[in-house]
């Protein structure tokens, strides 16, 4: 996949208003990559969907693909597949990737702790026969080159469970408790001057 700035102007002004331009930095030095992880592939292969979002001018479109766990398959180091099914006849994410391959995706297991894995790619929509036919009821089979990011889970809920997120800022409950990134060497020592975290992250992590 061809590199380009991880970060715009746009991104840049408001990292810069919020004291985040290190971390920010720091996360694309440690955590962006182009070739998957062996956990980030079981995540993907295991996942029954995933959310991306597409766009051609003005025409933004955001979808779920869903299908049994095993339908998105890592094809290469930092390269995924998946099937489009039988849908509406509105053909919106193909449509969009045919003029404009510049898509996003993400994972995301609703547990409270799975880590999210986020992915800006280049698509391609494929409609040879013969890699079509290796998916069951595909009509064509999108094909993706990625970029890779993982995130923290801070505030997702546990609908497994029933369970909020302890993250969440809520009213008469003090400071959320910090997430284990912002113990990581690489970003305590650069967090927002104002990061509610800092006293706590200044010491050794101890987990629990």
């Not at 036919?133 to 009509?139: E, L, Q, S």
Request: proline share 11%.
């Amino acid at each position: 996949m061809e590199e380009r700035p991880f970060f715009h102007e746009g991104m840049r002004e408001f990292q810069d208003m919020f004291d985040g331009r290190r971390v920010a930095e720091a996360i694309e030095t440690h955590r962006k990559h182009y070739a998957f992880w062996d956990d980030e592939i079981d995540i993907i292969e295991t996942a029954p969907f995933f959310f991306i979002a597409s766009t051609y001018g003005e025409y933004v479109d955001c979808n779920i693909k869903s299908g049994d766990p095993g339908f998105i398959r890592v094809t290469g180091p930092g390269t995924l597949e998946y099937p489009e099914y039988d849908g509406n006849s509105m053909f919106r994410t193909l449509g969009n990737i045919a003029r404009n391959p510049n898509v996003g995706l993400l994972f995301v297991k609703f547990d409270g702790k799975s880590r999210r894995i986020r992915v800006n790619g280049k698509a391609s929509v494929i409609l040879d026969p013969a890699v079509v036919g290796k998916y069951v009821g595909a009509k064509a089979v999108v094909r993706i080159e990625c970029e890779i990011y993982p995130n923290c889970p801070r505030y997702l809920p546990n609908l497994a469970d029933s369970l909020p997120s302890p993250h969440v800022p809520r009213e008469g409950q003090g400071t959320p408790p910090p997430p284990e990134w912002k113990h990581r060497d690489y970003i305590r020592d650069v967090l927002p001057a104002d990061d509610p975290h800092i006293p706590v992250v200044k010491h050794p992590f101890k987990p629990e």
